[in-house]
């Protein structure tokens, strides 16, 4: 069974930064990719980003250049840092991934973080 742990989530001034962190943990998997989505109260969820084990990103237009996707493939662990924070940046971020399990991709979610930006 694979777990993904969020972390790094809280209440910042507009104009602050976080880091989130997500660490998939388990037996028998490899990372196809990993991405952070957030959903705002009454709003659907959302892309932020995505990143693949080889590095390759893509960003949500309205994140690009305040949001790093970054991936450590040795510790099955994905980061956003989230700089020049606004407060319609307030959302829960969830974090999933893509694992190669047994000749499958499945794909797996956190619980999610809440992220709050104060004006």
């Known amino acids: 069974q694979v777990q993904l742990v969020e972390s790094g989530g809280g209440l910042v001034q507009a104009g602050g930064s976080l880091r989130l962190s997500c660490a998939a943990s388990?037996?028998?998997?490899?990372?196809?990719?990993m991405a952070w989505y957030r959903q705002a109260p009454g709003k659907q969820r959302e892309l932020v980003a995505v990143i693949t084990s080889g590095g390759s990103t893509n960003y949500a237009d309205s994140e690009k250049g305040r949001f790093t996707i970054s991936i450590d493939n040795a510790k099955n662990t994905v980061y956003l840092q989230m700089n020049t924070l606004k407060p319609e940046d307030t959302a829960v971020y969830y974090c999933?991934?893509?694992?190669?399990?047994?000749?499958?991709?499945?794909?797996?979610w956190g619980q999610g973080t809440q992220v709050t930006v104060s004006s």
């Open positions: 999933t991934a893509f694992l190669a399990q047994a000749m499958a991709v499945k794909s797996y």
């Open positions: 388990g037996r028998d998997f490899s990372i196809n990719r």
